[in-house]
Every structure is written in C-alpha cells, then in structure tokens.
C-alpha cells in the first residue's frame, strides 16, 4: 500500500450522502441557540448586578438616616441638660406624642442642627416628659429623633428613655423599626 491510496477520499453510500445533507444545516440552529444563551445568561447577570447596586445603595441610606437620628438623639440631650430645648409636659391621658400621625408637626419639636450632610432634611427631636407609676420622686422624659437620607421616604426613628431618681440616672436606647 502507497501513502497516496491511504489519504484517498472514501466514497459515500447514499445513506451517508443523505445524513452529510442533513448535518450541514443543523450548524445555523445550534449556533443561533448557543447566542441566545448565552445573551440569556449576560441579561441575568446585569439585572442581578443592578440589583446588587440597588440593595447597597437602600443600605447606605438606611446607615446614613440611623447616623443622623442618633447625632440628633445626642444632641437633644444636651440641649435639654442645657435648658434650651422645649419640654412637652406628659398627657393625662398617658398617651405619648411620639405615637401620634406626625408628632413632628408638633411646636415643641425642633431641629438640633440646620442641616445633615447629604440628608434631604435635617434631623428633628422632640421631647416628652414621662410619669412612672408606682415612683413618684422619679423624673423622666422620652427624647424621639427622625434622621433622613438623601431622600425623605429614608428616614430613620430612634429614642432614649431617661429616668433619674434618688441621684440616679438610667437610660434606656432602642431603635422604631416601624410606625402605624
């Protein structure tokens, strides 16, 4: 046997004619399907990466209103302590103006700095007095702050409780996740 009859073509049956024919349109389907796939899984990736911005960019505001209402927290106090800031007296009815549709509305709430870096507004306190049952020397108040982000839907509570009795003080911190 000669190198030359070994590379010689094969000659096709029919049958191998026949499925040849087929075989050779098939490569324009698989393609096209390859490249829609493949722009399927580019379109998911992209919707997941502006997801992923969005849900940083909710957190960042959501850090930044809680910042502002503790720095407005802070500083209520101090102004209190001082003497400049208003006192709203405790109702009889022993309902708390914090609880109310928009307590900031109210005259007696004020805001302790002109404005917040990159907040929409700035921050704003009020502060109620408080009655303990059952401990009558006891004084206390309820200081509530909004802080906002760079829009006002974020928008952040926190409050303090203060108690002081007998030479004591105590103080009581939490967060308002949600309002009515």
Known sequence: MSNASASAPVPRTGRARCLARHASGAALPVALMLTSMVSAAAIASFDAAIMGARRASNFEEALHSMQAA?????????????????????????????????????????????????GRRPPQCLIEGLRIARRPLARGYVVTARGFGASVDAQAWAQVFVVREAGTESRHWRRIARRR
């Open 70 to 118: 503790h720095v407005a927290l802070e500083l209520c106090l101090q102004e209190h302590e001082a003497g400049r800031a208003p006192l709203l007296l405790p109702s009889r009815a022993g309902a708390m103006r914090w609880q109310e549709r928009d307590p900031f509305a109210d005259a007696a709430a004020f805001a302790p700095l002109p404005n917040w870096p990159g």
